[in-house]
């Protein structure tokens, strides 16, 4: 999920959220993102079994993946990986201590609703406006297989559902109402045949 708030001032920060407090000077993997069209982002993924230092190093990847495309919530289907972890930070990587790893991620509690304009870091340039739950709760499993819960409200709850939602196959544009999502596609399929997308 694209982080709207900063987008001008991200690529500022972006090269201090590369290294991690952990090893200083470990130099991440940044994955390309992939784009609508690409099967894998239309299937379930797979439940995280392994909670181990390689999965940790994804996660880290993952988020320095996030940050270098300017996102807030990044999904495992979103760098081809058909597994169900995903990373969030709403702080766009200002805050280390707002950096949530969610892996095996379930909403076991949604109140509110609130209707704003979402975007997907794998359908970059195209926008619409989401109905999503102004607080959810969130039961999941942490890079160490530790299980947690957490609230989330309105931007992070938003965020939560995005990800979730990648994590069962279904992506953004399903929320939308079907003109809106027939012409984003049709805007997509033009792209493609351009070879811009």
Known sequence: MPDKS?????????????ETPQAPTAARKIYPIVKYGDPILEKPGA????????????????????YAAQGVGLAAPQIGLSLRIAVVDVTGGKNPEAKIVLANPEIIHAEGEVREEE????????RGYVLRPQ???????????EEFEIRG???????????????????F??????????????????????GEW
């Open 47 to 66: 439940p995280v079994k392994k909670f181990d230092a390689e999965l940790e190093q994804l996660t880290e990847d993952m988020f320095a993946s996030m």
């Open 135 to 145: 607080f959810v709760t969130i039961k999941a499993q942490n890079a160490k297989g």
């Open 6 to 18: 900063t987008r001008s001032e991200a690529p500022a920060a972006a090269p201090a959220v590369i």
């Open 153 to 171: 409200e309105n931007l992070l709850a938003r965020a939560f559902c995005h990800e979730i939602d990648h994590l069962n196959g279904i992506l």
């Open 173 to 194: 544009l399903q929320h939308l109402s079907m003109l809106k999502r027939d012409l984003i596609r049709r805007k997509i399929k033009k792209l493609r045949k351009q």
């Open 119 to 126: 975007g997907c870091l794998s359908v970059p340039g195209f």
